[in-house]
């Protein structure tokens, strides 16, 4: 019996106890005396996880998200314009001569000039072969970033490789066919065709840049 009245008498006291600073709360009072009831807070404890997770954890996966559809992105660009490049062999390898054979052009001599068809063949096939290069790297590395979303961030920076080679050899590729071997040193941008084509090539270069800038970023 004296054991039974000894376990109520502290469970009575741990109940006092855990409501002491209720008690305290609603009793405070203002400088005049008046009641100030207390304001309500949220307590946040850092080992309570949701289904979603953090909100770090959160913002991370949709940062990497967001940088594994610019690369699938990049990736659909040079499968896109590979094929359509195939597709139109007749066509480009009609631009392409217009392009190194610098007809009626000042600024460019006679050696300068390509007149051999084996020689426009080559030239011609660099594009379509540098974007389905872009295409495959870009989507091999996308589905490297995909599966390494959830991982640590060394592993998940490490998976970027493909994907940014991808979008160095179509910033390479572009800037070096139509800014450097076309514009300078065929002085394309004197021709009709050029002034439509240099500037598109331009856009293509800055965005693949940017683009390539941002999923290089660290990712913590």
């Known amino acids: ?9 502290r469970l009575i006291t741990a109940n006092k106890l855990s409501e002491a600073p209720r008690l305290r709360a609603k009793n405070t009072l203002d400088r005049s005396g008046k009641a100030v009831r207390p304001a309500a807070t949220i307590q946040i404890r850092p080992e309570h996880k949701t289904s979603l997770g953090s909100p770090r954890s959160v913002e991370i996966n949709v940062v990497r998200i967001i940088k594994i559809i610019l690369i699938v992105l990049v990736g659909l660009w040079g499968f ?46 660099l594009l379509p072969i540098g974007k389905l290069a872009t ?17 640590p961030a060394d592993q998940f920076n490490t998976a970027k490789a493909f994907g940014l080679l991808g979008c160095g050899i179509a910033i390479a590729m572009m800037f070096g066919i139509f800014m450097v071997a076309a514009d300078t040193y065929f002085k394309f941008w004197q021709a009709e065709l050029g002034s439509r084509v240099m500037p598109i090539a331009f856009r293509y270069v800055g965005s693949i840049g940017i683009i390539a800038l941002f999923v290089n970023q660290p990712d913590r």
């Open 1 to 9: 019996m004296s054991g039974r009245l000894a376990f109520t008498s």
């Open 80 to 125: 896109i314009g590979g094929l359509g490049n195939l597709a139109l062999t007749d066509s480009g390898f009609t631009a392409t001569a217009e392009v190194v054979g610098a007809a009626g052009r000042s600024g460019v001599a006679d050696w300068q000039r390509i007149e051999n068809p084996l020689l426009i063949w080559a030239a011609w096939a």
């Open 135 to 151: 295409a495959a790297l870009c989507f091999f590395g996308a589905w490297r970033m995909c599966l390494s979303r959830h991982s």
